[in-house]
């Protein structure tokens, strides 16, 4: 009976030890710890009530923020703190405290759960050191990178700063060679360009009397043409075989279209046809000359050719050579107003040359500056 006693009262104490235990202030911070002493009334950490200390973690949630159960999962929206010695302090839900998990690296939510939890704050906290110390040493070398970036961008920033001075009186040596050679260029052009409308002048003057001259030259062939009888005068009569000159459209020339061409004249001499009369039918008169000949008609069958004899061609031979004499002794006709028109300007006498080779060369000489000074521009862009 004695034993039964002492097995009650061991029982008892070690029931009363736990439930001493569980009245302990579990889960509360540094910062919170003032606010739970031991046998005086807590009160809530929001101010809605207070409570004595006995019902501080007596399983029962008594204040609406929780805080009167920070040890137990009584309160749902109680916050549990690990305090988690030789690694951070955390908070858990309330919920988690005794639930058989160890969230808490010292065990502490654990407390009355019988499970088996291990210490491992410090093995976390030596992790976490580790880490800590490989971000910051990361950390000092990009700030050491950063410096050098910094450095290098200042030292390239000054030694363009001195290039672009540099580059700023470069600038402006050049753009004063550049306005003396525009000036000495534009004064070489002057005479360039009078001599070269000088030279253009003369020739279009010069082709312009040859082209009249053959005009004139022509103009006087048809009026020898047309003069039939010779006697200097050219009458209507003597235009009318030209159908070509008919101007109503019935192809041919009546005696009133032949009367209206000269002017309402019975005749005309040769220097009012060239006045009057020419201008009128020059595009559309044909000489007997601008026709060419038919193509001559040989002899004989393609079977049987007749073959002259040898003589003869010799005979022909000789007289074609005579024929041939009398030709080139006969001056070349002159060249067709188109020749004339589409002749090309004759090359520049040397005084006019030298003037466009010194013009070329100042146009060479500012050019040649100013593509310098556009070069300067775009580095100093």
């Known amino acids: 009976m004695r034993q039964v006693v002492l097995v009650l009262g061991l029982l008892l104490a070690v029931l009363g030890c736990r439930a001493v235990e569980v009245k302990r202030p579990r889960g509360v911070s540094l910062s919170n710890r003032s606010f739970y002493e031991e046998n005086k009334p807590f009160t809530c950490l929001d101010g809605s009530r207070t409570i004595p200390y006995d019902r501080v973690n007596d399983d029962y949630c008594d204040c609406a923020d929780g805080t009167d159960e920070p040890g137990t999962a009584a309160c749902s929206n109680g916050k549990f703190h690990c305090t988690n010695p030789g690694y951070k302090p955390m908070y858990i839900p309330s919920s988690r405290v005794n639930d058989g998990i160890c969230d808490c690296c010292d065990t502490t939510d654990e407390y009355n759960s019988g499970a088996h939890c291990q210490n491992t704050c410090r093995e976390m906290g030596r992790k976490e050191r580790e880490e800590l110390e490989k971000k910051a040493e ?11 970036f910094i450095e290098e961008a200042r030292k390239g920033r000054e030694e363009k700063q001195v290039r672009l001075q540099e580059l700023a009186e470069k600038r ?15 004064a070489a052009e002057q005479p ?15 082709r312009e009397a040859e082209t009249a001259a053959m005009e004139k030259k022509r103009s ?16 209507a009569s003597e235009l009318l075989d030209h159908s070509e000159l008919d101007s109503d459209g019935d192809g041919s020339l009546s005696d009133k279209e032949a009367q209206d061409l000269l002017g309402g004249s019975s005749t005309v001499d040769v220097s009012s046809f060239q006045e009057s009369v020419w201008p009128q039918i020059k595009e559309k008169f044909k000489l007997e000359s601008d026709t060419p000949p038919a193509p001559p008609i040989e002899e004989g069958t393609e079977s049987h050719p007749e073959i002259p004899p040898e003589e003869d061609e010799e005979d022909d031979v000789e007289e074609g050579d005579e024929e041939d004499d009398d030709d080139d002794s006969d001056d070349y006709p002159p060249p067709s107003k188109s020749q004339v028109e589409d002749q090309e300007m004759p090359p520049y006498d040397e005084t006019t040359q030298a003037l466009i080779d010194a013009a070329e060369a100042a146009r060479n000489q500012y050019e040649e ?8 521009d775009d580095t100093m862009r």
């Open 220 to 235: 006087q062939e048809v009026f020898t043409q047309l003069d039939q009888d010779g006697d200097g005068k050219l009458s």
């Open 138 to 148: 990361m950390a000092r070398e990009g700030m050491l990178l950063k410096q050098k």
């Open 172 to 186: 402006q040596s050049v753009q004063t060679q550049v306005d003396a050679l525009r000036a000495e260029k534009e």
């Open 192 to 206: 360039e360009k009078e001599a070269k409308d000088a030279h253009k002048k003369a020739w279009e003057e010069r």
């Open 369 to 376: 500056a100013e593509k310098s000074l556009r070069e300067i």
